[in-house]
T-cell receptor, first 113, second 117 residues
Framework: AQSVTQLDSQVPVFEEAPVELRCNYS??????LFWYVQYPNQGLQLLLK??????LVKGINGFEAEFNKSQTSFHLRKPSVHISDTAEYFC???????????FGSGTKLNVKP | EAGVTQFPSHSVIEKGQTVTLRCDPI?????LYWYRRVMGKEIKFLLH????????ESGMPNNRFLAERTGGTYSTLKVQPAELEDSGVYFC???????????????FGAGSRLTVL
């Protein structure tokens, strides 16, 4: 079975500072990788996805993530965060036929002024 | 287009009672998923429908949980009788049919928070 580890449950950061949210997964087969964001009282929204091709994936709101197969990681980064980025972020892994997705436990990003 | 709608947004019931959660997926989305998040933990897969058929229900905790999707449109998730450990947020998600690019993008509802006292 797959597992997804988000090492940090909470990440406090000041506005305009860079941020990295870490995600590691375990899998012996090819997988597809996703980051979702949940703003308060809303559903999860897709930030970005890696299916194939370039290992550097750009998403919405200035976020990007890099797939590192050797380290089985898919860390999310943003060079300069805004107050509006305060939310909970989930890393997810999908198998080839996308019938099942595995999520991490989430990282709460708290951007302070 | 309308998103994925879940009802109720919050339900508080006593142990032993029954609760039914409803999910209306995006029109035309054959794939419908139920997930659950217990406080602070990972979002866990419960089951997957393709139209009205259960494709995978390996994540259902036990036989107190019953999911249906009659007619392949909306889905319900019934918990009967509810136990304390059933508390959490139940998310529904849907995606386009097939295995193409659209099938791997899940659109989530806002979730139904269940509190069992």
């Amino acid at each position: 079975a797959q597992s997804v580890t988000q090492l940090d449950s909470q990440v406090p950061v000041f506005e305009e500072a860079p941020v990295e949210l870490r995600c590691n997964y375990s899998s012996s087969v090819s997988v597809y990788l996703f980051w979702y964001v949940q703003y308060p009282n809303q559903g999860l929204q897709l930030l970005l996805k890696y299916l194939s091709g370039s290992t550097l994936v750009k998403g919405i709101n200035g976020f990007e993530a890099e797939f590192n197969k050797s380290q089985t990681s898919f860390h999310l980064r943003k060079p300069s965060v805004h107050i509006s980025d305060t939310a909970e972020y989930f890393c997810a892994v999908g198998k080839y036929n996308f019938n099942k997705f595995y999520f991490g436990s989430g990282t709460k990003l708290n951007v302070k002024p | 287009e309308a998103g994925v709608t879940q009802f109720p947004s919050h339900s508080v019931i006593e142990k032993g009672q029954t609760v039914t959660l409803r999910c209306d997926p995006i029109s035309g989305h054959d794939n419908l998923y139920w997930y659950r998040r217990v406080m602070g933990k990972e979002i866990k897969f419960l089951l997957h429908f393709v139209k009205e058929s259960k494709q995978d229900e390996s994540g259902m905790p036990n036989n107190r949980f019953l999911a249906e999707r009659t007619g392949g449109t909306y889905s319900t998730l019934k918990v009967q009788p509810a136990e304390l450990e059933d508390s959490g947020v139940y998310f529904c998600a849907s995606s386009q049919p097939g295995a193409g690019a659209g099938a791997n993008v899940l659109t989530f509802g806002a979730g139904s928070r269940l509190t069992v006292l």
